[in-house]
T-cell receptor, first 112, second 110 residues
Framework: EDQVTQSPEALRLQEGESSSLNCSYTVSGLRGLFWYRQDPGKGPEFLFTLYSAGEEKEKERLKATLTKKESFLHITAPKPEDSATYLCAVQKGAGNNRKLIWGLGTSLAVNP | NAGVTQTPKFRVLKTGQSMTLLCAQDMNHEYMYWYRQDPGMGLRLIHYSVGEGTTAKGEVPDGYNVSRLKKQNFLLGLESAAPSQTSVYFC?????????FGSGTQLSVL
């Protein structure tokens, strides 16, 4: 069964304390892995797409990596404004047959 | 640049009432989606559309209907609301890549 699991469910960091969020998946025929950020009361906001194992992408304090079984979202020296829920989604199929399998998210709180 | 706009933002219904949620996108995207998000359940796809005049069922379509008469609009209807439909509803649009989400509609069914 296709499944996407994110861990931990919740994470509390001190400002400047680096850490990583995990997204593990059992999806056959991965066509892409997406990371989103969701602030309270808002819709998810796109961060990164990764397509193949070994790929890495960076944006400010965030770096996403991908292996054949999981993806990590590394947060370096986080700030309070990085507090949000981070969602991972895996795509299988393409075009009109595309399907996204979503994880439940990791709720991150960064204390000043 | 508005992106994806959802109306209304909040709504309270009584059991059995009907309503329509409107989604509009100005990015000329072919694909549009309706999701619901519930605590502990994550994002679940209700219905989606791969182009103007098309609709298809997602994971949890029961109790909902949709229409896409114009490319930029995707409507989600509840014919007879039930308390189990209390949720936050998100519309999204895309080309072949990432989804762009609206800000959501918080719906309570009493």
């Amino acid at each position: 069964e296709d499944q996407v699991t994110q861990s931990p469910e919740a994470l509390r960091l001190q400002e400047g304390e680096s850490s990583s969020l995990n997204c593990s998946y059992t999806v056959s025929g991965l066509r892409g892995l997406f990371w989103y950020r969701q602030d309270p009361g808002k819709g998810p906001e796109f961060l990164f797409t990764l397509y193949s194992a070994g790929e890495e992408k960076e944006k400010e304090r965030l770096k996403a990596t991908l292996t054949k079984k999981e993806s990590f979202l590394h947060i370096t020296a986080p700030k309070p404004e990085d507090s949000a829920t981070y969602l991972c989604a895996v795509q299988k199929g393409a075009g009109n047959n595309r399907k996204l399998i979503w994880g439940l998210g990791t709720s991150l709180a960064v204390n000043p | 640049n508005a992106g994806v706009t959802q109306t209304p933002k909040f709504r309270v219904l009584k059991t059995g009432q009907s309503m329509t949620l409107l989604c509009a996108q100005d990015m000329n995207h072919e694909y549009m989606y309706w999701y619901r998000q519930d605590p502990g359940m994550g994002l679940r796809l209700i219905h989606y559309s791969v182009g103007e005049g098309t609709t298809a069922k997602g994971e949890v379509p029961d109790g909902y209907n949709v229409s896409r008469l114009k490319k930029q609009n995707f409507l989600l209807g509840l014919e007879s609301a039930a308390p189990s439909q209390t949720s936050v509803y998100f519309c999204a649009s895309s080309t072949w890549g990432e989804l762009f989400f609206g800000s959501g509609t918080q719906l309570s069914v009493l």
